[in-house]
């Protein structure tokens, strides 16, 4: 699972990646709303999101973040348990709350049941050419044939799915098959060209093209 954590409390949002990715989960934090919203793009599952930050708050990032991501689970963490304010940020979109200071192993839980029911919820499966991609069991099926694909190879496949028909770049790949901070450090198109190889193998040259100066595209 791939979360993303908005708070801008450096404790906090620390002990919340920490945790999740003892847990074996993907865990990336940003600081306010505007840092948030660059990192949107790398695909998460998840998002926690503390409503009171500064520069941008957590309903501020909300509105902006609905307008594209219609669907992205939200639990959002409070100080303010009025039931005034639960109303509103319910109104905004979230899928559940806790209020501070919150036990990490309840935070987990309803986590884990956003996740198990986002999976009920969103499409089951993704065509493109001649494959269909089951994200829940991420598996690959082309003409009727079960294609075994690595762990990255499937994320990048995803991602590129998930945008067929729009280009995106090197860096937004690996970003979503890595993580945001992992690519940003060690960027080296290689790595990506490496497996874009292998998949054009195991699928045909043609599922995934290369854009000129840009990167790779599933029409």
Request: aromatic share 8%.
């Amino acid at each position: 699972m791939k979360i993303l954590v908005v708070e801008d409390n450096l404790k906090i949002r620390e002990n919340i990646i920490d945790f999740f990715k003892i847990q074996g989960h993907l865990a990336e934090g940003a600081e306010n709303g505007y840092e948030a919203l660059t990192m949107l793009h790398a695909m998460y599952d998840i998002v926690i999101l503390d409503i009171n930050m500064p520069k941008m708050n957590g309903k501020e990032f909300l509105e902006k973040m609905r307008t594209t991501e219609k669907n992205l689970p939200v639990i959002a963490l409070t100080s303010n348990s009025t039931i005034e304010n639960k109303a509103e940020i319910f109104e905004l979109g979230v899928d559940d709350y806790l209020t501070k200071p919150f036990d990490m192993r309840e935070l987990e839980m309803r986590v884990l049941a956003l996740y198990r029911r986002k999976w009920t919820t969103i499409e089951t499966e993704i065509q493109f050419a001649d494959c269909i991609l089951y994200p829940e069991k991420h598996t690959l099926i082309q003409n009727g044939e079960n294609i075994i694909l690595t762990s990255k190879e499937y994320l990048i496949l995803e991602f590129l799915a998930r945008h067929k028909g729009f280009p995106k770049t090197k860096l937004e790949i690996l970003e979503a098959a890595w993580g945001l901070r992992e690519a940003e450090l060690n960027f080296n198109s290689i790595t990506l060209e490496v497996h874009i190889s292998g998949l054009r193998k195991k699928l045909g040259k043609n599922i995934i093209e290369t854009v000129k100066w840009t990167g790779y595209l599933i029409a």
